[in-house]
């Protein structure tokens, strides 16, 4: 019996609904302990896999030894590599232009990506992180040139995490495909990397006949950021916007900052028609940039429906559901 199955017989049926709140609002219950605070559908998320979503893609043919990642052809210029064998399901993406390439996001960590975009370019290759969340900058180390953002934020996350940080992420309930180079939940950290170029807001970063623009949306965390190709109408989102939770619940969300980067994003759309996100699924709608605004508004009107999720609240949208903590970062200052 693989992993899969063990977690599969032992998590089976486990999302319970328990009435409501006295607000009237639902609760529910999930019990993969492993995985908390990450709302809805987190019970059973390999069952999703591989999601259909991808099937529209051209998938690369790839050596044994990758096996960790799946690659896919998202336009001429633009390979996904996706890491489906772990909770996050991280997007990192390989931006081609004539002169050089841009990594945007480098993973967990546990794969080789290095060697993986070794295989697939032989421009000169940097890196730039959506955020420096663990998922995002698991691969930094094995890159000379790191671009990222001057926030004490970044700063921190340079020196790395020791495993006992980042063990879990790794552990039963988050990991289902087997972990490639004798890693190990014991021996997992996050490793340092060492910034070489600060971004600013609107940072031009120029490939040779394609340049990227750089603009700063704290929230999800102080250091986020959204990569533009104005030519192509694309906008590489990092963990601001998928198509699934929202996080502006975790110990590194701000609110006030995050309602702030949905305006402004919702006034770019306007210049984008598809948006790249670093989880799950790479090609949605722009339209989601309006919609994820306007669900930041609703949130915040009296009354709005929402659903306890492992004691955060979780309000619903099409495509997406914006977590925040509870009660309400806009009922705390009311209160103050
Ligand atoms: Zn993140």
């Known amino acids: 019996m693989n992993f899969k199955s063990i977690l599969i017989l032992v998590l089976t049926g486990l999302l319970i609904s328990c009435g409501s709140s006295d607000q009237g609002q639902e609760i529910v219950v999930t019990e993969n302990e492993q995985v908390q605070g990450r709302g809805e559908g987190k019970d059973n998320w390999w069952d999703n896999l591989p999601r259909d979503h991808w099937g ?12 960790w990642f799946e690659v896919y052809k998202i336009t001429d210029r633009i390979y996904a590599l996706y890491e489906m064998g772990q909770f996050e ?42 955020h420096t969340h663990y998922d ?7 890159f000379n040139r790191i671009y990222g953002t001057g926030t004490d934020y970044t700063k921190n996350h340079e020196n790395g995490r020791p495993n006992e940080e980042v063990r879990e992420f790794v552990g039963p309930g988050w990991v289902w495909k ?42 999800h965390t102080p250091d986020a950021l ?30 006030g900052d995050y309602v702030a980067s949905a305006k402004r994003l919702s006034e770019m759309a306007q210049d984008v028609d598809i948006l790249l996100p670093a989880h ?11 919609a994820m605004y306007q669900g930041f508004l609703d949130i915040q009107k009296p009354g709005a429906e929402y659903r306890i999720t492992d004691g955060d609240r979780e309000y619903r949208f099409d495509g997406f559901t914006i977590m925040v903590s509870d009660p309400a970062p806009w009922e705390i200052e009311e209160e103050e």
């Open 56 to 67: 529209k893609f051209e998938r690369v043919e790839l050596p044994e030894d990758q096996g």
């Open 178 to 219: 087997d972990m490639p180079n004798e890693v190990t939940v014991d021996n997992y950290t996050s490793k340092p990397f060492k910034v070489t170029d600060i971004v600013n807001d609107g940072f031009v970063i120029d490939l040779g006949d394609k340049t990227l623009e750089v603009f700063l949306v704290p929230g």
């Open 136 to 142: 995002h900058v698991g691969g930094n180390y094995l």
């Open 89 to 130: 399901e991280v997007i990192s993406y390989l931006i081609l232009g004539s002169e050089r390439a841009l990594l945007f996001d480098t993973g967990i960590g546990v794969g080789d990506i290095r060697s993986l975009v070794t295989a697939l370019t032989d421009l000169p290759v940097s890196v730039l992180n959506s």
């Open 226 to 255: 959204v990569l533009l190709d104005r030519r192509d109408r694309l906008l590489f989102m990092g963990d601001t916007f998928y198509p699934a939770s929202l996080y502006a619940h975790m110990g590194d969300a701000n609110f």
């Open 280 to 290: 799950n699924e790479p090609w949605v709608p722009s339209e989601y940039l309006n």
